[in-house]
C-alpha cells in the first residue's frame, strides 16, 4: 500500500507547475489568442474573424432574397464561438459601412448614435458587389471549424482593397490597430497607379463628410495624426448650422461637448437644437451681440467640433501582428488581387479545356455511332475496351488523352440527347469554347493589363455617388485666447492685499476669462505668474503690474 502511494506522489510532483510558468504561458497563449482570432484583421481579406464568418454565412444561406439577422446570427455561431451579441454587433457594423450588405429595415443611424432595432425585425443579403469580390469558393483555402463540424475560409479570395475601403478600430492585447477608411473610387485609381508601376498618395475619406487636415498623417504610421472638422455655416445674423461631423462622432455627444463648453463659459450660445433626419443639422441660436465668426472658431477650440485623431496600422500577416503605412497595405492588397485574378484565370482555363475535350468526345461519340458497337454487349470492361478502341483513330483531334472516366461519362449519355444531336450547332459551340480559351490564355500572358481593366469594370459597376464626402483642407490654429468668450470680472482691494473674481464691492479691474492669467511685477523686479482665481492675498506690494490676455492694464496698487 505504500507503494502505490509513494508512486502517486512521485507523480504528482513531476507534474506540478509553478504559478509564475502558468501565468507566463497562459497569458501569452491569451494575448495570441486576442490579436489573431478577435480584434485585428487578416491583411489578405481585411476581415476579422467574426466579420470573414458572417459573410461565410451569408453566402452559404444566399439564395437572392432577404434573410432575417437573428437566421444569419444563428448560422454564424456555427463557425464562431463567441456569442449572438458580438456577430450581431459585427453584422450592424459591416452594414453601416454600406458596401457589402443590403440591408431592410432600421440598421441604426451613425450620424445620431441610434441602435440598429432587434436581430428579428431586419433582414439583409448580400450586394452585387460582394458577391462579385468576395467570394469565389474554387480557389479558398478551407480549415475546420472550431467544433470540426464544419468547414470555413481561412482568408476569402477578396479582389478588392476593403480594409483601407471600410476603415477598422480594435484593440487587442498589448496593440491595437486604427485604420481610417478611404474612398472607394480613389482606392481603384490608385490600384491602378500601381499596377502601371506608379507610387500613389491616398488619403482617408469619411463617411460622415466635414472637414479634415492630413499634414501629419505620414501614410497612417505610428505617431501620425489627423485633425478633423465639422462643417458650420452661418444661416442668420444669429443663426449657425453644423452640417456634416467629424469622423467618429454623432450628434448627440457632439452636442454635449457643445453644452459643456457653454456651461464652463468658454463659448455662449442661447439654444441648441437637433433637427438631424435625413441629413444633420444642429442648429445654434447665438445671443444678441456675439460674433458668428468668433463663435465658429470658439466651437473649434474649445468643443468637439474639431478633433485629433491617432491612426493605427496594425494588420495580420503570416500569422504574426505586422506595422505598415497604408501605401503599403494597399501595394500588397493590388498584388494580392492581382494575384487571385491569376487562380482564377487558370481555373476558369482548366474548366474550359475540360468543356472542350469533352464536347469534342461528344461529337465524335454521336457522329461516328460508337454507340452501335456496344449495343450488344453485356461486360462492363468489355464496354470500356470497346469505345477506347474505336476512339483511338479520332486522338489527333483531341488535346489531350481520353481518360477512363471520359469514357464512363459517354456512356451516360442518354439516348434522346443523341436522337437531338445538332452536329453544326455542336461544331459551334466548339469554336465558341475555342475563342474563350484563347482570350484566357491571353489574359494570363497580359495578367497586368487584366487586372488594370477588372479594376476599372469595378469603378464602372460601382463607382456611382461614391465621391469623395471629406473636404482636404490646412486649418490655421486658433488662439484660445482671442476666441474665448470674456465671462469673468476682475476686482482688486488695494487696503487689504486681495485680488479675485469674487470681490465684488471692490474696485473693478477688467472683464477676463476662464483661460486668463495675471502676472504680478513687484517693486524688487520679481514676478508672479497667477491663474485667474476666486481670491488671491497680495500681502504687502507697494506696486503692481496686471496682464489680462497678454495686453497690460496700467493698473498700479500702492
Not at 117 to 128: D, G, K, N, S
Not at 174 to 192: M, Q, R, V, W, Y
Not at 197 to 219: C, E, Q, R, T
Not at 338 to 344: C, F, G, I, T
Request: aromatic letters at 8%; glycine letters at 4%; a neutral charge.
Amino acid at each position: 500500500m505504500s507503494e502505490f502511494l509513494t508512486n502517486d506522489l512521485d507523480n504528482t510532483s513531476q507534474e506540478v507547475i509553478h504559478v509564475s510558468g502558468m501565468y507566463k504561458n497562459w497569458f501569452l497563449d491569451y494575448a495570441s489568442y486576442v490579436i489573431l482570432e478577435r480584434a485585428v484583421p487578416h491583411i489578405n481579406d481585411g476581415f476579422k474573424p467574426v466579420q470573414r464568418r458572417i459573410l461565410h454565412s451569408l453566402k452559404e444561406l444566399d439564395d437572392g432574397r432577404y434573410h432575417k439577422v437573428a437566421n444569419i446570427i444563428g448560422h454564424t455561431m456555427k463557425y464562431h464561438p463567441h456569442g449572438d451579441a458580438s456577430i450581431g454587433d459585427a453584422m450592424v457594423q459591416i452594414g453601416q459601412k454600406d458596401l457589402l450588405l443590403d440591408m431592410q429595415g432600421n440598421w441604426g443611424n451613425t450620424a445620431t448614435g441610434d441602435r440598429a432595432a432587434a436581430p428579428r425585425y431586419i433582414e439583409v443579403r448580400l450586394t452585387p458587389f460582394a458577391l462579385d469580390v468576395v467570394f469565389n469558393n474554387k480557389i479558398t483555402n478551407w480549415n475546420s471549424s472550431y467544433d470540426g463540424r464544419g468547414k470555413e475560409p481561412i482568408t476569402l479570395p477578396v479582389k478588392f482593397p476593403i480594409l483601407l475601403a471600410h476603415g477598422v478600430e480594435g484593440i487587442a492585447v498589448g496593440l491595437s490597430t486604427k485604420i481610417l477608411p478611404h474612398n472607394f473610387i480613389e482606392l481603384i485609381d490608385a490600384s491602378i497607379k500601381i499596377l502601371k508601376g506608379v507610387s500613389p498618395k491616398i488619403l482617408p475619406d469619411f463617411p460622415s463628410g466635414g472637414m479634415a487636415d492630413f499634414s501629419n498623417y505620414s501614410d497612417g504610421k505610428r505617431g501620425s495624426r489627423v485633425r478633423v472638422r465639422a462643417k458650420i455655416k452661418q444661416v442668420e445674423r444669429n443663426l449657425l448650422h453644423i452640417t456634416e461631423l467629424p469622423f467618429s462622432l454623432n450628434t448627440n455627444s457632439l452636442i454635449n461637448s457643445i453644452i459643456k463648453a457653454n456651461e464652463k463659459g468658454k463659448i455662449k450660445i442661447k439654444k441648441i437644437e437637433d433637427n438631424t433626419a435625413e441629413n444633420v443639422e444642429i442648429s445654434i441660436l447665438l445671443p444678441t451681440g456675439i460674433s458668428p465668426d468668433k463663435t465658429i472658431d470658439a466651437l473649434y477650440r474649445f468643443t468637439d467640433c474639431e478633433l485629433s485623431i491617432s491612426p493605427l496600422c496594425c494588420v495580420i500577416h503570416d500569422n504574426s501582428p505586422i506595422f505598415n503605412g497604408v501605401s503599403e497595405l494597399l501595394k500588397i492588397s493590388t498584388d494580392h488581387t492581382q494575384d487571385l485574378l491569376y487562380q482564377e484565370l487558370i481555373v476558369t482555363l482548366s474548366e474550359l479545356e475540360n468543356k472542350w475535350h469533352f464536347s469534342s468526345l461528344e461529337r465524335i461519340f454521336i457522329e461516328n455511332r460508337i454507340y452501335h458497337s456496344i449495343e450488344e454487349l453485356n461486360n462492363w470492361e468489355e464496354i470500356i475496351n470497346t469505345i477506347s478502341k474505336e476512339l483511338i483513330p479520332f486522338c489527333k483531334e483531341l488535346k489531350k488523352d481520353i481518360s477512363r472516366e471520359d469514357i464512363e461519362r459517354l456512356t451516360e449519355i442518354k439516348i434522346k440527347r443523341i436522337t437531338r444531336f445538332d452536329l453544326e450547332k455542336a461544331i459551334d459551340d466548339l469554336n465558341k469554347l475555342e475563342h474563350k480559351i484563347q482570350e484566357t490564355k491571353h489574359n494570363i500572358s497580359n495578367l497586368t493589363d487584366y487586372a488594370i481593366n477588372y479594376f476599372k469594370d469595378l469603378k464602372k459597376k460601382y463607382g456611382k455617388d461614391k465621391t469623395r464626402k471629406t473636404e482636404i483642407k490646412i486649418f490655421e490654429s486658433i488662439d484660445a485666447t482671442k476666441v474665448v468668450v470674456a465671462n469673468k470680472k476682475l476686482y482688486v482691494n488695494r487696503e487689504e492685499g486681495f485680488i479675485g473674481t469674487s470681490l465684488k464691492k471692490d474696485e473693478y479691474v477688467s472683464e477676463c476669462s476662464d483661460i486668463d492669467n495675471i502676472i504680478i511685477i513687484r517693486n524688487s523686479g520679481l514676478c508672479k505668474l497667477l491663474r485667474l482665481i476666486i481670491k488671491y492675498l497680495l500681502e504687502k506690494i507697494l506696486s503692481m503690474l496686471l496682464f489680462l490676455k497678454e495686453k497690460m492694464l496700467e493698473q498700479f496698487i500702492t
